[in-house]
């Protein structure tokens, strides 16, 4: 978790890479999380970065937990909406 909030520390100053960097070595540490990868997925979705974002929604889509939950599920959700806007956005 410590990886994620300083990845969120960065994001709100406005360093992209290293916001990047530091969720990435969240995942990492703890590869059996998703949330990392939806920090990521955020992250590009936010810099208009349609191939990183496209490439994590396809890693959200298809990772397996180790717990599966109501946060997971909401995760998934919000990143197939984000990937519906994108789709839309590119008709």
């Known amino acids: 978790m410590f990886w994620n909030v300083m990845g969120n520390n ?3 100053l406005g360093n992209y ?3 990047e ?3 990435k070595h969240a995942f990492i540490m703890v590869p059996n999380r998703m949330y990392p990868l939806y920090l990521l997925a955020n992250l590009y979705y936010t810099e208009g ?3 990183g974002f496209i490439k994590m929604s396809k890693m959200i889509e298809s990772f397996i937990p180790k717990v599966e939950s109501v ?3 909401r995760m ?3 990143i197939k909406e984000m990937a519906e806007n994108i789709y839309l ?3």
């Open 10 to 12: 960065s994001l709100a």
């Open 17 to 19: 890479r290293e916001a």
């Open 21 to 23: 960097e530091r969720y």
């Open 49 to 51: 970065d349609t191939a």
């Open 71 to 73: 946060s997971t599920e």
């Open 76 to 78: 998934r959700s919000e």
């Open 89 to 91: 956005g590119e008709e």
